[in-house]
C-alpha cells in the first residue's frame, strides 16, 4: 500500500485542458501545470545551488541532492504529452547514433576477433589466450543482440501478449553465463600451467602479438568514448559500452601480463590469464544479476514512482486520492498498476472512460510496457491482489 495525500481540488482545470487539447497559446512558465502543492516553491536557483558547492565537501552533497530534486520537481509539474515526446524526440534524434554504434561494435569486433587470436595462437601466451577468447565471444554477443532485438520488434502479440522486450534481457543472461563458463575453463587451464611448470625459462617476447593488441585497445577505447553518451538511449548500446569498457581493462591488463611473462618471470603470463578472467566473470555475475532482478520483477526507481503518484493524483478532479501505485520491471520496461479512488456516485461510463484515459497516458510515458489502472469507491478494503497479501501474512 503506497500512501498519497488526499487530493485537493485541482486548480486551473481549464488550463490543463488546453494543454491536454495542444493548446499552442503561449502559457507562462508558472502556469504550464496546476501545483496545488506549491512544489515550485522548493526549487533552488543556480544562484543557491552555487552558495551550497562553495560550502565544502557537506555542501557539494547538499548540492547533489538539491540538484535532483529540481529535477523531480521539473518532471513532476512537466505535462505527461510532454515527456512522450520529449522521449520520442531523443530516440529519434538517437536512432542513427545507436545504429552506427551497433554496426560499427560488429564489424571492428570481427576484425579485432581475427587480430587477437593471431596474436594469441603465434604468442601461446595465455593472457592474450584470454583476450582472444573474449574477442571472439564480442562477435557472438554482437550478433545475439541485434537478433534479439529485431525478434522482440516482430513477435507474434498473439504468442506473445505483453510483447518481445524480454528477449534482450534473457539474452544478456544467457550470453553473460556462456562467458564466465569460457573464462571459467581458462582459469583452470591457467592454474594447471601453474602447478606442472616446472622450467625457469621466460616466455618469448612476441611484438607482433603484442602491437596486435595494442592496436585493439585502441580501437575499443574509441568505441568506448563513442557509446558513453549513448549507453542511457538504448539497452544494445549499453551492453556494447559494458564490453568496451571491459575489454580496455582486459587488453590492457593482458599486453602488461603478457609482457611481463617474457620479460621478468614465467609465472606473471598464467597469473594475468587468472587475474583477467576471473575479472571478467566477476563482471558478467554483477550483469547477469542486474538483468535477473529485471526479469524478475524489480520496483522501478523511488523517483519514477512519485511521478505516477503525482500524474495520476492530478489527472483528474474526479479522483478523490490514489490507493495503491506499483511499477516493476518486466524486462527493461516497467509495468504500472494505479488504484484510485472514485465517489461512489460516480457513473460507470465515466469512471471507465477516466481509467482508461489514464492508462493510455501511462502506457506512452518513457520505459513504460503496459499499464492497469483500477477504480474503487473507498480506500479502507485490503489490498487487492489476494496471493501477494497471504504471503504477506507468512511468519519471516
Excluded at 484515459?357 to 501511462?362: P, W, Y
Aim: aromatic share 8%; proline share 5%; glycine share 6%.
Amino acid at each position: 500500500m503506497t500512501p498519497t495525500p488526499t487530493a485537493s481540488p485541482r486548480t486551473s482545470p481549464t488550463l490543463m485542458d488546453d494543454l491536454e487539447n495542444g493548446s499552442s497559446q503561449p502559457i507562462p512558465r508558472d502556469h504550464l501545470e496546476p501545483d496545488p502543492f506549491h512544489l515550485r516553491d522548493g526549487i533552488k536557483t543556480d544562484a543557491d545551488l552555487a552558495g551550497l558547492r562553495a560550502r565544502g565537501r557537506p555542501g557539494k552533497r547538499l548540492h547533489r541532492f538539491h540538484k535532483g530534486q529540481n529535477e523531480l520537481i521539473e518532471a513532476l509539474l512537466k505535462p505527461m504529452d510532454k515527456h512522450t515526446s520529449d522521449a520520442e524526440e531523443d530516440k529519434q534524434a538517437a536512432r542513427l547514433p545507436v545504429k552506427i554504434a551497433v554496426w560499427a561494435s560488429m564489424i571492428a569486433n570481427f576484425a579485432l576477433c581475427v587480430i587477437q587470436l593471431y596474436a594469441a595462437v603465434s604468442s601461446g601466451s595465455l593472457s592474450l589466450l584470454t583476450t582472444g577468447i573474449d574477442s571472439v565471444f564480442d562477435i557472438f554477443s554482437n550478433v545475439l543482440l541485434f537478433w534479439l532485438h529485431r525478434k522482440a520488434r516482430s513477435l507474434d502479440v498473439n504468442t506473445f501478449p505483453v510483447g518481445g522486450s524480454r528477449l534482450e534481457t534473457i539474452g544478456n543472461i544467457v550470453y553473460g553465463s556462456l562467458m564466465s563458463a569460457v573464462n571459467l575453463i581458462v582459469v583452470v587451464e591457467s592454474v594447471r600451467v601453474v602447478i606442472t611448470h616446472k622450467s625457469e625459462d621466460l616466455n618469448e617476447f612476441h611484438i607482433p602479438s603484442i602491437a596486435a593488441v595494442g592496436a585493439a585497445l585502441g580501437v575499443k577505447f574509441l568505441l568506448f568514448l563513442y557509446c558513453f553518451p549513448l549507453r542511457k538511449k538504448s539497452s544494445q548500446v549499453e551492453v556494447l559500452w559494458e564490453d568496451h569498457r571491459n575489454d580496455l581493462y582486459i587488453n590492457g591488463f593482458g599486453i602488461l601480463m603478457s609482457a611481463g611473462g617474457s620479460k621478468l618471470r614465467w609465472w606473471l603470463d598464467p597469473t594475468g590469464a587468472i587475474i583477467i578472467a576471473m575479472g571478467v566473470i566477476i563482471a558478467w555475475a554483477r550483469t547477469i544479476y542486474k538483468q535477473f532482478g529485471l526479469l524478475a520483477g524489480r520496483s522501478a526507481s523511488h523517483e519514477f514512482l512519485q511521478l505516477v503518484i503525482y500524474k495520476a493524483l492530478m489527472f483528474s478532479k474526479d479522483f478523490e486520492s490514489i490507493d495503491t501505485v506499483r511499477a516493476y520491471h518486466s524486462g527493461p520496461e516497467y509495468f504500472v498498476e494505479v488504484d484510485v479512488v472514485m465517489s461512489r456516485d460516480t457513473p460507470l461510463w465515466k469512471a471507465h472512460d477516466l481509467s482508461q484515459q489514464l492508462q493510455d497516458k501511462l502506457e506512452v510515458l518513457p520505459n513504460v510496457g503496459r499499464a492497469f489502472v483500477h477504480v474503487d469507491h473507498e480506500s479502507t478494503h485490503r489490498p487487492e491482489h489476494q496471493k501477494v497479501t497471504e504471503k504477506e501474512k507468512l511468519p519471516l
